[in-house]
Every structure is written in C-alpha cells, then in structure tokens.
C-alpha cells in the first residue's frame, strides 16, 4: 500500500497544528513502523533548505559536508521504497539532478576542494539505489539514474593506483587535498559497492571483475583482516605497510553488501563465506542487540560524519537480506531490537521528537543533526523491508538506462594540471604530521 500524497500532506498539515509527541514504534505493525519514519524524515529535513528560496539544490549547510547530503538523499530514496511515501521525490530528484556537474559524474567544481573518491561514491551509491528501487526516472534530458552510477565507476577506475601498494583507491581524488596519500577502507568500498551492483544489475563482467579485484587487494594489504574487521586505512607514503586499525560500521556494511550483490551475481560459494563471516564480525558494534558506534561513542567524540555512519550500517544490512536471503535469520532481529531503541532517543527539540546519537542508552543524549536523524530513520524504515521488493535489474524489471561510458575525464585532468607548488608542500607536511601520529600510536583521523 502506498500512501496517496493528498492524505499525507492533509496529515501533515494537522499534526503541524499540535506538538509531535515522542515516536512509539510497534515493530510488528507496518503502520506504526510508516509513522516512525515519516516523523523522523520530517525532522530530518529540517536542516535542509535546499529546495526553498535562495538555498543551492542537494547542499546541506555547514558543517554538513557534500558527501553526507548524497548519502540523506539516498536515505531518502529507501524512504520512498520503504513506505511508498512521495513526499520528498522531486526534491530527491532535483537535488540529485542540480549536483551531478558538467560531466555528469558527480565531481562538481564547488566540491573539487575536498572531494574524496568516498564523497564522490556516496553520491553514486545513492543514484545506484534509485536504479535498484525503481525510483521515478528523472526528466528527459538529465542523465539517468544507472547512467549516474556507470559515470561514478568509470571516473574512479582509473584512479586505481598501481604506483604504490601494488593498487588501490586513494582517499582523495585531487593531489592537492588533505589525505591523497591515503588508501582507506571507505573509499575502495563505495568502488566496490558500487562495482558489484552495477555487474549485478547489468550483468557486465567488468564491474564483477573490477569488485572481485577491489576486494583482493583490501583483503591482501591489511584493510580486512582474515575474519574481516574492516580497518579505516593506511598510507602510501610507507607503502601501505601499517594499517590504522579504527574500525566503523559503515565499512563493515559497504563490505557487507558489496558481498551480498557479488553472491547474488555469481553464486560463488566463496562470497557467502564472506558473507557469514563479515556478519560475525559484525557483533563488535552490537550492545545487547542494539548498534553502536563502538570507535567514538563512549568517548563522546564521533564527529559530524561519524555520527551518521550507523544509518549506513542499517540501510545495508537490511538491503543485504534482499539479495543473500540467508542472512535475514540473522539481520532482522538486530534491526528490530536496534530501531526500538534508537526512537527512545527521539524526545528533543521543538517537535519533541529529534533523536540522539546514542542508542544504547535509551534516551536523548544532548547530540541531534542531520547525522542522528539519518540513522534512526535507516533503522526504523530497515524493519519493512521483508515487504519491500527486491532490487531490480536490466533482466528484472529495471529501465534505468545503461550508459558504459557515461562520465567525464574532468577528475585526471584536474589532478594533473591544477596542482601547485604550494599545494603539494601542504600535503607533504600533513602526510608526515600523519605518519609520525600512526607510527607513534597516537593516530586518529578526522575526515577533514
Ligand atoms: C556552486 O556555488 C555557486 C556559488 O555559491 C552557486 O551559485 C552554485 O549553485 C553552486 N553549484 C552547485 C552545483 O552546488
Ligand atoms: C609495496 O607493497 C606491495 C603490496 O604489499 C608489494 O607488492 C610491493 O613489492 C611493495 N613495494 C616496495 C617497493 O616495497
Ligand atoms: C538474488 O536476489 C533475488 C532478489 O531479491 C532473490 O530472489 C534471490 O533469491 C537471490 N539469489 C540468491 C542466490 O540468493
Ligand atoms: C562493460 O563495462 C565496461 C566498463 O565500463 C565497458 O567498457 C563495456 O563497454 C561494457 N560492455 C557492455 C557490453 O556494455
């Protein structure tokens, strides 16, 4: 059942005129888990202004960075596939439409400032997603969702980098950026990610072997140990040879359903063993059932980034079961003892119903933002997803069009053309700040 957009905008309109209470949630009741949603998305968009007066489409404001709106609007997208809700559709669209730049590949020169191969993919993943979901094909004349994605992976392709541990994606694209020297975890996992997903839906070899590849090399340098913890990165400037081990949920679950799309393409006995293993693992970021980001929660440090990365983790644990159905045994239960901790966080604010960071406690706990409202909309809407359809492909009922050479070769000519004397001494000296930090333990790595 799909909601008509007329009664909810007639609902909306109501509930505006009181005061939101806290969220219940009954996860055994489709309705109540729609409710949940809708009021958390609703929340949630309050810190975009994207679509009003004056505001840029698909920018978040400060301190919210470029990669974090692609991965909201991807949010959005289940959000739609989860309960059938339209409400946010063309704004989505628009949005997804306004940032892809001149190539159409998502490498917008506003964002050639710290774009990194991981911003760059979030949005792809999200185009990926409106492939998969069937979400309503742009207009004519704007590239297409698939296309979108094709043009993410034949940018990010050639970046596979040969000069130095024997392959890899770098963290940043331009030489220029903070963190070029770094090969990280993230960054070869949205390439994986989205590599399996395009072999997946287009049944084209090359990205299969392009994910197959990706995977081998993240496995043989150190970034997944062999019972797959999913270490953050490590830096070219010694050859890849020392690994900062910090580990985060939204790498375990790009690993995790770039797994569960490769089984789905190949049935290769050896990516359910991944699979199952990755999903053992996985219990490090489960208190009593409930996810936590284990890293910078107790700490009380996650940063604007960090406390975004469990909506990852939910959004492709719940999308995992879709493609490897042996692992709902599994996934459900932690989804469901997670969402129904996470909304007992959602008591703040005017509407009395933003959530917090910290699910494992149980309430509000001072830290709300778009971050926050992403992940425990990602886990409630998680819990419809044995109703949900399963992702399409080419052969299943997907008419996205395919574009093999969608995308431009702006990221090369930039990285090779735009580099200063001045830039480069800039990120010389932050590698070695960098170094001398991971080589004396101390090493911890915001995103900026
Ligand atoms: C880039 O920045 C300019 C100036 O702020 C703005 O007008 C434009 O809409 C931005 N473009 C995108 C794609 O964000
Ligand atoms: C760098 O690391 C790669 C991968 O471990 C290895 O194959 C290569 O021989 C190393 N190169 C040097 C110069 O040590
Ligand atoms: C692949 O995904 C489809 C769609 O969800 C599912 O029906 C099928 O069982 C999956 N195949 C395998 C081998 O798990
Ligand atoms: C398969 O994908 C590769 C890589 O993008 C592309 O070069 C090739 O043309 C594609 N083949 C087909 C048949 O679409």
């Known amino acids: 059942m799909r909601f008509s957009s007329l009664a909810y905008a007639a609902c909306s309109g109501l509930l505006a ?6 969220i219940t949630l009954d996860t055994s009741s489709t309705d109540s888990i729609k409710a949940a949603a809708s009021s958390v998305a609703k929340d949630m968009m309050t810190f975009y202004s994207g679509d009003k007066p004056g505001g840029t489409p698909g920018l978040l404001p400060g301190p919210y960075f470029w990669w974090e709106a692609g991965a909201m609007f991807g949010s959005l997208i289940d959000y739609w596939y989860y309960t059938g809700d339209t409400t946010y559709n063309d704004l989505v669209t628009t949005a997804l439409q306004f940032q892809v730049g001149p190539s159409a590949d998502y490498m917008p020169p506003n964002q050639t400032k710290d774009e990194g191969n991981d911003d760059q993919g979030f949005w792809g993943m999200a185009v990926l997603s409106a492939a998969e979901a069937k979400f309503p094909d742009p207009p004519s004349g704007q590239p297409g969702w698939l296309a979108l994605g094709q043009a993410v992976f034949n940018t990010q392709a050639p970046r596979w980098d040969t000069t130095t541990c024997n392959g890899g994606l770098r963290w940043q694209i331009f030489q220029f950026n903070n963190g070029y020297n770094y090969k990280n975890a993230i960054s070869n996992g949205c390439f994986f990610n989205m590599a399996a997903r395009l072999g997946r839906y287009t049944g084209n070899q090359t990205y299969l072997d392009w994910a197959d590849k990706t995977w081998n090399w993240v496995e043989a340098i150190g970034l997944a140990s062999p019972d797959y913890h999913f270490y953050d990165g490590t830096d070219d400037t010694i050859n890849c040879t020392q690994v900062n081990h910090i580990e985060w949920t939204y790498n375990t679950g790009v690993y995790l359903y770039g797994a569960a799309m490769m089984w789905n393409a190949t049935q290769d006995a050896k990516w359910q063993t991944r699979i199952t293993t990755i999903l053992k693992t996985a219990s490090i970021f489960f208190v009593n059932g409930v996810m936590k980001e284990v890293a910078c929660e107790d700490a009380g440090n996650c940063d604007t980034d960090q406390v975004s990365f469990k909506a990852h983790l939910s959004r492709w644990m719940a999308a995992t079961t879709k493609v490897a159905p042996f692992t709902a045994a599994t996934i459900l239960p932690l989804l469901t003892s997670s969402a129904t901790q996470a909304v007992k966080t959602c008591t703040a604010g005017a509407s ?20 926050e409202q992403m992940s425990v909309l990602q886990v409630i809407q998680a819990n419809l997803i044995t109703g949900a359809p399963p992702p399409v492909t080419a052969n299943t009922g997907g008419t996205s069009k395919s574009d093999p050479s969608a995308g431009g070769s702006q990221a090369k000519t930039v990285s090779l053309n735009a580099i200063t004397t001045s830039d480069r001494a800039g990120a010389g000296i932050l590698t070695t700040v960098i170094l001398i930090a991971m080589l004396s333990g101390s090493w911890w790595m915001s995103r900026k």
């Not at 005129?17 to 806290?22: G, I, K, N, Y």
């Not at 933003?354 to 709300?368: A, I, P, R």
């Open 352 to 371: 009395q119903s933003m959530c917090g960071e910290k699910w494992t406690t149980g309430t509000y706990d001072g830290n709300g933002g778009v971050g």
């Open 17 to 22: 005129t009181t005061v939101e209470a806290a």
